[in-house]
Nanobody
């Protein structure tokens, strides 16, 4: 049984940092696209970033509240774990953050919810202003 378990969320002041982890079990995902999404209260779940096998290997959401330059996704295949380093956090980053994995290997960047087959239960990130 595949499981994705997020951790590392919490309460932080604006300008602070957090590192989220997503530990996968049940299969290895070293050649699979994995991503982070978030869902703020009253809003739809939105794409944040993805890491994939084909180079270039990362892709970030390019929206109004852009995470580019502040968030960094990485992976440790030996640990079957994906990380999300979040710096210079803002109040608008407050959300539940979800990890997701694509069942198919060797795919490129995935930005849509329907592109992912496995999901974690999420970890709450709260940024106080």
């Amino acid at each position: 049984q595949v499981k994705l378990v997020e951790s590392g969320g919490g309460l932080v002041q604006a300008g602070g940092s957090l590192r989220l982890s997503c530990a996968a079990s049940g299969r290895t995902f070293d050649r699979h696209t994995m991503g982070w999404f978030r869902q703020a209260p009253g809003k739809e779940r939105e794409f944040v970033t993805t890491v994939y096998w084909i180079r270039p290997s990362t892709y970030y959401a390019d929206s109004v509240d852009s995470v580019k330059g502040r968030f960094t996704i990485s992976r440790d295949n030996a640990k079957n774990t994906v990380y999300l380093q979040m710096n210079n956090l803002k109040a608008e980053d407050t959300a539940v953050y979800y990890c997701a994995a694509d069942r198919q290997p060797n795919t490129g960047p995935r930005r849509r919810i329907e592109d992912y087959d496995y999901w974690g239960h999420g970890t709450q990130v709260t940024v106080s202003s």
